[in-house]
């Protein structure tokens, strides 16, 4: 950090790290060659893209295979199944460019890149077809894909839209510019928040996300226009160094100006994220703003499945002036069988945070479930005698907003790591049953 270029600190100056400059992150910070190799060959994969903020101020490099900022954004060992990591290292090895295309292709698709039917029950359809770059699942929100901001400032190994990042088209959501998404919203007044996600919104020049977001604040029936980032985790000086950092938060003032609320979705996966003063500096200005911040993760193995660990950032979130917001569970793609952990844990690890935290950070709702049909939350496990065991389940938010708030129940299992491994009481609603049963791919 004291190294300095024309005056400025170069970290301060945001630079995409991957995996074309492992070998150099390797020597610097002395990645172990086994774990470098390991995260060259998965890289070819998975996505793989850090920064140095992310290197010298998140991630414990005396032993960054027990780290959780390393899990974070590194691929590790045991992403791929030995029977996928054979495949590619023998298409690797054996030089052939179109084979290791093939078995490149062959794995993503076994990862399942668009869980929860999002291409094929969420994309909305205007006269000309499908709006572009646009998901509507909830009457009251739609999500926008800016194609700008269809990267990010760092690559978290578990994020559900891996598959926007790896230079595959099909695979990809991206809007080039709003105007069939405003249009489409003009003609659908329920619709009360956009929803601008990625990626990473965040990475786009403050003149390119106005050219995208002020259009949609002469729609009047839009309430609240919300921006989903990693960037105060992974590139806080987007707020408060870039050099567009000033117009970035006039843009989020200006939203508030035409009567809109702004509301950042921060993504905070763990307490060290909020660690370094210039995550909180760029917390403090962005509220300045008259935006709000919501905060949310996944619980995530080898990452943050730790009690403590939430309620170290819960707390840190609401001293922040920010609102802890949902803890989800991972959903059905990429590496999940890496970092899924079972719903009893994940409600039990929600349970034991909750109940340290003072009253103002109790906002938090979780575990939750993004299904196909809606948002569950495991509200916790009873017991009944001669019963047995039962998980409490809602939905938070549903497709059919009738299955909204209404208890149901599903056969305790030890196992269990999403609703498709669980099997409901009798006596379900045959709606809430049939929305249920439809679970993932």
């Given at each position: 950090m004291q190294h300095t270029t024309?005056?400025?600190p170069v970290a301060d100056r945001f630079q995409a790290l991957g995996p074309n400059r492992?070998?150099?992150?390797?020597?610097?910070?002395?990645?172990?060659?086994?774990?470098?190799e390991s995260v060259r060959l998965f890289s070819l994969v998975l996505p793989f893209r850090v920064n140095e903020y992310v290197l010298n101020e998140l991630i414990d490099w005396s032993e960054p295979h027990s780290d959780p900022?390393?899990?974070?954004?590194?691929?590790q060992p045991g992403m791929l199944s030995p029977a996928d990591e054979q495949l590619l290292t023998t298409a690797r090895d054996g030089g052939d460019p179109g084979e290791l295309a093939r078995a490149i292709a062959s794995i993503r698709a076994g990862l399942n890149p668009h869980p929860e039917h999002q291409q094929d029950l969420?994309?909305?359809?205007?006269a000309s077809g499908p709006v572009p770059g646009t998901q509507h699942k909830y009457d009251q929100t739609l999500l926008y894909f800016p194609a700008a901001g269809q990267t990010c400032h760092a690559y978290c190994t578990y994020c559900f839209r891996w598959a926007q990042f790896v230079g595959e088209p099909e695979l990809r959501f991206a809007a080039p510019e709003p105007s069939r998404a405003v249009e489409y919203l003009r003609r659908h007044p329920e619709i009360t928040d956009v929803l601008v996600t990625g990626g990473d919104p965040m990475?786009?020049?403050?003149?390119?996300?106005?050219?995208?977001l002020e259009p949609f604040?002469?729609?009047e029936s839009l309430q609240t226009v919300r921006i989903g980032t990693k960037s105060v985790a992974s590139w806080p000086h987007r707020y408060v160094t870039d050099h567009d950092a000033d117009a970035t938060l006039r843009l989020f003032e200006q939203i508030a100006e035409a009567g809109k609320t702004p509301a950042l979705m921060a993504h905070l996966s763990h307490p060290v994220e909020l660690e370094p003063a210039i995550a909180r500096t760029a917390l403090a200005r962005i509220r300045d703003t008259g935006a709000v911040v919501y905060c949310q993760a996944p619980v995530i193995g080898r990452v943050n499945d730790d009690a403590a660990a939430w309620a170290r950032l819960w707390r840190a979130e609401q001293r922040?002036?920010?609102?802890?917001?949902?803890m989800f569970v991972a959903r059905d793609t990429g590496p999940r069988d890496y970092f899924k952990i079972p719903l009893a844990r994940a409600a039990a690890i929600f349970r034991d945070a909750?109940?340290?935290?003072p009253g103002l950070a109790r906002t938090v709702r979780g575990p939750v479930m993004s299904t196909t049909n809606g948002k569950i939350v495991v509200d916790g496990v009873t017991e009944e005698a001669g019963a047995g065991r039962y998980f409490e389940l809602r939905y938070l938010q549903a497709r059919d907003p009738r299955l909204v708030g209404r208890p149901f129940r599903a056969v305790y299992s030890a196992d269990a790591a999403w609703i498709d491994d669980l099997e409901l009481v009798p006596g379900t609603p045959a709606d809430i049953r049939a929305a249920a049963s439809a679970g993932e791919d």
């Open positions: 024309g005056g400025r492992l070998d150099e992150i390797a020597t610097k910070y002395g990645l172990r060659s086994r774990l470098r900022i390393f899990h974070l954004f590194f691929p969420n994309v909305p359809q205007d990475v786009m020049t403050a003149e390119r996300l106005r050219q995208h604040l002469a729609v922040a002036g920010a609102v802890p917001y949902y909750y109940s340290t935290l």
